[in-house]
């Protein structure tokens, strides 16, 4: 009886069984983050969205980032480095392919809806000095927000799967987790959860390809800067970010398409990108992942459940 309890919880080299390690966390997370938060929201105010996503988003990345590390040096053994977010070998290369692909991804969903869903995008006429240096700042707002989601749902819940042979369930779980965080979006619907859900297993195969966060961090950075800042289309329900973008949405479109007043993420054109994307990702022979992160992120090199 006491071996069989012993067994759920810890596996045979003694190591706490993954799914505890995943709990423990998520518990942890939200035990120093909901009070945090809370804080926040009321000091910030609703109506200031900008100011809120920073200082929020700064707040979960510093938990996320410092949980990853103690969690994987407690329970799996392998040092800070392996949560994939230090400036390691290539992470700059890797940072900026990443951004290129999702610019790509982005703009496949955009033709898409253009060709196929009636979305029609006009030029602004008055874009000037003042817009464009609002479009930068919002690069940097889209930077800090793509982090914290990038080190909570693609760090060491998922890695630590990873480490236990359990990749798809780390990949499932995980962007249930992500999908879930955005169904109280503006306009979400079954159809924003299901693309938000792809979205997390695109992002969890680029973290798979190089085995660090940067890749699939400049992914999900360009997929907000260039879907709102530049091409003017709300960004997962919210229409902050594309006030000064460089071309404005002229005609919306057919809504399963292209996604309506949530963006494109609540259309079918996005879903047919982000499909080919995840392709791309597994056939495509770079980025490669760093021999040390790979060792570290695998089950034979860190232990066996």
Known sequence: MINSVHEIFFDLHGRLRSGWRFAAFLFSFFALSLPAQVLVFSLVGQQRTMLLVVVSST?????S????????????????????????????KDLWFGILFGFLTLLGAVLISLTLGGLRL?????????ALGAVAIFFGIFFVAALSEEVLFRGYIFQTFCRSNLTWFGILSSSVLFASAHNMN???????????????VWLCAAYLKTRNL??????????NWF???????????????????????AEKGIDWVVGGSYGLE??????????????????LPFPKADEELLRLSTKESVFSE
């Not at 707040?59 to 938990?63: A, K, P």
């Not at 306009?187 to 997390?200: D, H, I, K, M, P």
């Open 214 to 223: 940067w890749f699939p961090l400049g992914i999900h950075v360009a997929w």
């Open 186 to 200: 503006p306009n979400a619907s079954w159809l924003s959860f299901l693309n938000t859900f792809v979205a997390g």
């Open 65 to 92: 980032i410092g949980l990853g590390w103690i969690c994987g040096k407690i329970f799996d053994g392998v040092p800070p480095k392996a949560l994939g977010i230090s400036p390691t070998k290539g992470w700059l």
């Open 59 to 63: 707040i979960s990345s510093v938990i």
């Open 266 to 283: 609540g259309g079918i054109a996005c879903t047919l990108s982000l499909i080919i994307s995840i392709f791309a990702i597994y056939f």
């Open 122 to 130: 006009d030029m602004r006429q008055s874009f000037d000095l003042q």
């Open 227 to 249: 879907q709102g800042s530049f091409f003017g289309i709300n960004v997962s329900g919210l229409d902050e970010f594309s006030a000064s973008s460089v071309f404005i949405v």
